[in-house]
């Protein structure tokens, strides 16, 4: 799995940190996402999927590993 995060979309909504919180992070001074590993463990892959889904902002995009897109 590839994960990806469009700090340019993001909207510092906070769903990624919350829902995977060992993959995503959000920055002290605009609250936007950061992404701690682009390339999780696989016990992780499933809260990846689930926080890209729950984005407002569709900021994260991930791919590999039988993934589709998230929108």
């Not at 990806?4 to 996402?33: I, K, N, S, Y």
């Not at 900021?59 to 590999?64: H, N, R």
């Amino acid at each position: 799995m590839d994960v990806h995060a469009d700090r340019d979309r993001c909207l510092g909504a906070g769903m990624c940190a919350l829902t995977a919180p060992q993959v995503f992070d959000q920055d002290e001074e605009e609250g936007l996402v950061l992404l701690l590993d682009a390339r999780p463990p696989r016990e992780q892959h499933a809260a990846v999927r689930l926080a890209a889904g729950v984005c407002p902002a569709a900021a994260l995009t991930v791919t590999g590993q039988g993934s589709s897109p998230a929108p």
